[in-house]
């Protein structure tokens, strides 16, 4: 089931050396758009500052180029005055002196001081090299094999739960991330990230192989680790369902969640077939819940019955949301917590058989654990038929409580 990828160094060295180029290519395309955009901003500055500083100079220029103009064609009209006939000299003279008196040909407008003209310069902080110099050297490194591994893939109904742990004994994780895609897909998913160093993955199609990696995140750090050699895994076990059709129960669209709806009716909520087989581990999840009643059941029961409210009877084992634990209807002394939201209820159970066993009947004996909230009860449920596999249900008075079951 669990597919170990049997690779050499040469692909791994060669691909490590894409990501390299690739990442360092991409960071000078990145540098060199920032510094373009960041000069492209400084010479905007000075174009602005230009602007406005050259503003005065150019009204200046234009009133010296105004009074010089004027008093160029005043003088041509003297000249013109001095070089005509007598009859017009006097009435071009009296013209002349009377527009010489109303320019004034002696003042020139205000030019600005030295001290109110912008001098411009650039001030460019040499440190920013040594500061970039220091962050390249130190970016990025090479690891010849990642801190974590994955270690193990238990496969469930449905699902796989996966396991991995820390190869690097100085390495402090504070994070795990682990990612897994479907066959061949050509990206990975997010779908686990935290402390922990298992988890189920749920919703995986029976006899379909997935890929999964797994990095870690050090104690401190923002960046995670390189990613651990991808392994496959697939499951051959078919999920487990609730059976359809039952009034008190609304079902996910996978059937692997059940919730007791508001109806009046109640009864027993079955799975769909006896998908639960001895040496594998059965696990509820409460989601959410509701007003509890002593009539509450969660357990596993050799076959559906039609019209109990509960699993609290012969050829069944199962837990009360109160934690009480009956076996065959009987309640044990040994009790588990109470459910809550969150809870996980799972049940184990082994073969111990006793005496002749065949199909038409005879003593057969089940080692069973049922674990709760770091609790557990072990007992032995003997019955009188072989059972190769179990079916599974729950029971609940009120509405509210919401159980998903893998």
């Known amino acids: 089931m669990l597919q170990k990828n049997k690779r050499s160094a040469w692909p791994f060295a060669t691909s490590t050396r894409d990501v390299l180029e690739q990442h360092f290519s991409d960071l000078k395309g990145t540098l060199k758009k920032l510094l373009d955009e960041r000069l492209t901003c400084l010479l905007q500055e000075v174009d602005v500052i230009e602007q406005e500083s050259i503003k005065p100079l150019d009204e200046c220029q234009k009133l010296i180029e105004h009074g010089v103009s004027t008093a160029d064609d005043l003088l041509r009209e003297g000249e013109s005055a001095v070089d005509g006939d007598v009859g017009q000299q006097n009435e071009k003279l009296s013209n002349f002196t009377k527009k010489a008196l109303h320019i004034q040909l002696d003042s020139l407008p205000e030019v600005p001081s030295l001290v109110d003209v912008p001098c411009l310069s650039a001030q460019l902080d040499d440190c920013l090299l040594t500061i970039l110099k220091n962050q390249i050297f130190r970016h990025g ?39 897994y895609r ?23 199609d029976p006899h379909v192989d997935y890929q999964f990696r797994v990095c870690a995140r050090g104690d401190g750090r923002q960046e995670w680790s390189p990613w651990s050699v991808p392994q496959s895994g697939c499951t051959t076990l078919v999920p487990h369902e609730w059976t359809t059709g039952l009034e008190g129960y609304s079902l996910s ?37 509701g007003q509890p009643d002593r009539r509450d059941s969660l357990g596993v029961c050799v076959e559906q019955r039609n019209g109990d409210d509960s699993l609290q009877r012969d050829k069944a084992v199962c837990i009360s949301t109160n934690g009480a634990v009956f076996v065959n209807g009987k309640e044990m002394t040994n009790q588990l917590p109470a459910v809550t939201s969150g809870s996980t209820v799972t049940f184990d159970m082994e073969v111990v058989q006793l005496g002749p066993c065949s199909n038409e009947g005879g003593n057969f004996k089940l080692r069973v654990t049922i674990s709760s909230n770091n609790r557990e009860v072990v007992f032995d449920w003997v019955l009188d038929q072989c059972c190769g596999s179990l079916y599974f249900g729950c029971s609940f008075s009120y509405p509210g409580w919401k159980v998903l079951v893998f």
């Open 141 to 179: 490194t090479v690891a010849s094999r990642p801190p974590v591994q994955l270690e193990e893939f238990v496969e469930k109904p449905g699902g796989i739960l996966v396991r991995w742990c820390k190869v690097d004994d100085d390495f402090l994780a504070q994070d795990y991330r682990l990612q």
């Open 182 to 204: 479907k066959g061949t897909a050509s990206h990975f998913e997010d779908v686990y990230v935290g402390s922990e160093t298992e988890f189920m993955v749920l919703h995986l």
């Open 253 to 289: 669209s996978r059937r692997n969640i059940a919730l007791r709806n508001d109806s009046q009716s109640c009864g027993v909520l079955y799975s769909k077939a006896p998908t639960y087989f001895c040496g594998q581990t059965l696990t509820f999840r409460i989601e959410t819940v």
